[in-house]
């Protein structure tokens, strides 16, 4: 198999989750994020790709590699919950300004975390994303050096998003940064930090959204289409925000603005999301090697008609680290962030019943996968497979035949990525 064809592999596989780091690893003349043919965001390779640069890649790809938090990050304090990983401390907590927190998300506190950092100067730019001009649904990598920029980059992304597209140049700067990304991202970071020092030197904060996946460029065409609307007739999409959640809302080119609840796009659950593949076999959606994971707080794990109109947003927060904690207690004590209270894994998992469901049959499925010949990701420290024994056998076995059908009849799989122009 040429270099090329190994590659590919892993968009082929439906393994690649768009996080760019590959255009970063390889270069953009060689590898580049594109929208494809099919409407999704995926490395094109454009030069020549050697074998060394491929085992490179698939050392740092979060399609092909997710560990757990390094074990030297893991001190006496922490406590390891078998579903929800290594924590120091799990706090209910908001922005303690209004009006972050009413722009974030849930209740803003990965913004306000954000904000504290470079008011206190502990870091001098924060990588994460904000809305992408070109796509107005997808996200696009972001570098804030101050407050407005920070807020334009505050609320959650569900489109195809590469934070890491430059991550080299990133490091080239030689500063001290935050790093704001889903946990895939976040993995993806942590691995390449194995292949270059200066990651641990100068990414001084991991912060991490919890996240269940986000909606697929199709299903994101057959909402659109469901109001009447093409993707090109959009100029700006929020999907969340200015509230907990906040209304979607899409503003187009003639002057429209339409707005539609989380529970007109989303529905009560994760099985109208039309996830990408790579969401459906994530074994971290918890951001389980972040410093700090800020999650939603609702019981069952969706609003209600009630709740979406009135919650003012409240996150709950798993400082994961020493590290996290130090920030989070700090955040607090200064007057960023206001915590309301503890909480504990299993209140975590009344808020978040699809990431148990998940954690539980990932490891099944990615046997599935293997055993019908197909590449899932290598894991470590993320203790799927003694999750999966809690599971029971013939839950396993569903889920890892359903898997093995699903990759044997092609489902499973993409083409090879090729530029839309
Ligand atoms: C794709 C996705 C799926 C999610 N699924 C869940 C879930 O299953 N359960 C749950 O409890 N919460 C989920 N969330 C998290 C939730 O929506 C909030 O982001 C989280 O509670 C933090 O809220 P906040 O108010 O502190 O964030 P904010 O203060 O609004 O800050 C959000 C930060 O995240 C960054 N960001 C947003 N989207 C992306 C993206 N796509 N890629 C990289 N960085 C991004 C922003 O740049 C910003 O810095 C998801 C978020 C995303 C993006
Ligand atoms: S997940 Fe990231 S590193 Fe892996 S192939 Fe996709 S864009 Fe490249
Ligand atoms: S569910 Fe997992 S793979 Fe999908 S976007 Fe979230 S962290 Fe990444």
Redesign the pocket.
């Known amino acids: 198999m040429s270099p090329r064809e190994r590659f590919n592999r892993i968009p082929e596989s439906g393994l690649c989750i768009g996080c760019g780091l590959c255009q970063s690893l390889a270069g953009p003349e060689c590898i580049s994020m594109a929208m494809t043919t099919e409407g999704n965001q995926r490395p094109v390779v454009r030069g020549r790709l050697d074998d060394r640069m491929v085992d490179r890649i698939y050392a740092v790809c979060p399609g092909t590699r997710v560990d757990g938090l390094a074990e030297r990050l893991l001190t006496e304090d922490t406590s390891v919950d078998a579903v929800w990983g290594p924590f120091q401390r799990i706090v209910y907590a908001y922005?303690a300004d209004p009006e972050?927190r009413f722009?974030?998300?849930?209740?803003?506190?990965?913004?306000?975390l954000?904000l504290y950092l470079l008011e206190s100067r502990r870091v001098d730019f924060?990588l994460?994303?904000?809305a992408s001009a070109a796509h107005p649904t997808w996200?696009e990598r972001?570098v804030s050096f101050d407050a407005a920029a920070?807020m334009a980059?505050?609320?959650?992304?569900?489109?195809p998003?590469a934070?890491l597209v430059d991550f080299r140049e990133i490091l080239d700067r030689g500063r001290p940064f935050a790093f704001?990304?889903?946990p895939c991202?976040v993995a993806a970071l942590r691995n390449y930090a194995r292949l270059d020092d200066r990651v641990d030197r100068l990414c001084q904060f991991h912060l991490a959204?919890?996240?269940?996946?986000?909606m697929e460029p199709a299903a994101m065409r057959r909402f659109l289409a469901s109001l009447g609307l093409a993707e090109a007739d959009v100029t700006r999409f929020s999907y969340?925000?200015r509230g907990c959640?906040g209304p979607t809302r899409i503003e187009t080119a003639d002057g429209r603005v339409i707005e539609k609840t989380y529970l007109d796009m989303w529905g009560k659950d994760e099985s109208a999301w039309g996830l990408p593949f790579r969401c459906k076999i994530c074994p971290d959606?918890i951001g389980e090697a972040a410093d700090i994971a800020?999650?939603?707080t609702w019981p069952g794990?969706a609003p209600t008609p009630e709740s979406q109109a009135t919650d003012k947003?409240t996150?709950?927060v798993l400082a994961r680290t020493a590290n996290g904690r130090d920030l989070l207690d700090a955040a607090a004590r200064d007057g960023a962030i206001v915590i309301d209270g503890e909480a504990g894994p299993r209140e975590m998992d009344v808020?978040?019943p699809?990431?148990v469901s998940k954690k539980l049959a990932v490891w099944a499925r990615h046997a599935g996968l293997r055993a019908a010949g197909r590449l899932a990701p290598e894991t470590a420290r993320l203790r799927i497979e003694e999750l999966a024994r809690t599971a029971g056998v013939s839950s396993n076995l569903a889920q890892a035949r359903g898997t093995r059908r699903r990759a044997r009849e092609g489902r499973t799989d993409e083409p090879t990525p090729r530029p839309a122009d």
């Not at 980059?153 to 489109?159: D, K, V």
């Not at 959204?209 to 986000?214: L, S």
């Open positions: 922005a972050v722009q974030g998300s849930t209740g803003g506190v990965l913004s306000a954000a924060i994460h994303a904000k996200g972001h920070v980059g505050a609320q959650s992304r569900y489109g998003t934070p704001i990304g889903k991202d959204p919890v996240c269940g996946g986000f969340r925000g959640p959606g800020a999650a939603d794990g947003g996150n709950a808020y978040q699809h990431q």
